[in-house]
T-cell receptor, first 110, second 115 residues
Framework: GQNIDQPTEMTATEGAIVQINCTYQ??????LFWYQQHAGEAPTFLSY????GLEEKGRFSSFLSRSKGYSYLLLKELQMKDSASYLC???????????FGTGTRLQVFP | DSGVTQTPKHLITATGQRVTLRCSPR?????VYWYQQSLDQGLQFLIQ???????AKGNILERFSAQQFPDLHSELNLSSLELGDSALYFC??????????????FGAGSRLTVL
């Protein structure tokens, strides 16, 4: 089975940098995803890691360490619109289904 | 617009009733996934279909059933509804056999309220 842990809530200031951590245990790993979800809306894809290291995409970066079962999402130059939940998800090797963590609710203050 | 269409957007019904939620995947996507998200909860995987066949099952209750039709649209049937079934139900789709990310694209969801 899979177990995914991430902090429930985080706060940060506009313009700052925030790092959201995710740890996972899985029987069959085939990639780690980060999604953003605004309240009441659909999750939208942010990033994907399957090999160890850092993937950078604009203001967002994601890191993966498979040996440690650890990932983080780094958000730079925070904007008010970044206030949302950030969902860490692990893809099952056999079926491609995504198993999600409970999400981290980020609040950005002016 | 993500390309994944879900209907209805909102549904209010009573306990004991039965409802059907519908999902049309993005053009070309063969896999459909159903997720349930209760208030302040994470996305719970219910079931996955690939090209009409059930591929994976999650924590789906026996009162719930789903299928994927030859035109690849999918329906999630929820019966003997209970108050606790009130949630957002998301459908997602993905492309077949794509190497790399094979990103799941989500629909806007169907919000079910059971009174």
């Amino acid at each position: 089975g899979q177990n995914i842990d991430q902090p429930t809530e985080m706060t940060a200031t506009e313009g700052a940098i925030v790092q959201i951590n995710c740890t996972y245990q899985t029987s069959g790993f085939n990639g780690l995803f980060w999604y953003q979800q605004h309240a009441g809306e659909a999750p939208t894809f942010l990033s994907y890691n399957v090999l160890d290291g850092l993937e950078e995409k604009g203001r967002f970066s994601s890191f993966l360490s498979r040996s440690k079962g650890y990932s983080y999402l780094l958000l730079k130059e925070l904007q008010m619109k970044d206030s949302a939940s950030y969902l860490c998800a692990v893809r099952d090797r056999d079926t491609d289904k995504l198993i999600f963590g409970t999400g981290t609710r980020l609040q950005v203050f002016p | 617009d993500s390309g994944v269409t879900q209907t209805p957007k909102h549904l209010i019904t009573a306990t004991g009733q039965r409802v059907t939620l519908r999902c049309s995947p993005r053009s070309g996507d063969l896999s459909v996934y159903w997720y349930q998200q209760s208030l302040d909860q994470g996305l719970q995987f219910l079931i996955q279909y690939y090209n009409g066949e059930e591929r994976a099952k999650g924590n789906i209750l026996e009162r719930f059933s789903a299928q994927q039709f030859p035109d690849l649209h999918s329906e999630l049937n929820l019966s003997s509804l209970e108050l606790g079934d009130s949630a957002l139900y998301f459908c997602a789709s993905s492309a077949p056999g794509v190497a790399g990310a094979n990103v799941l694209t989500f629909g806007a969801g169907s919000r079910l309220t059971v009174l």
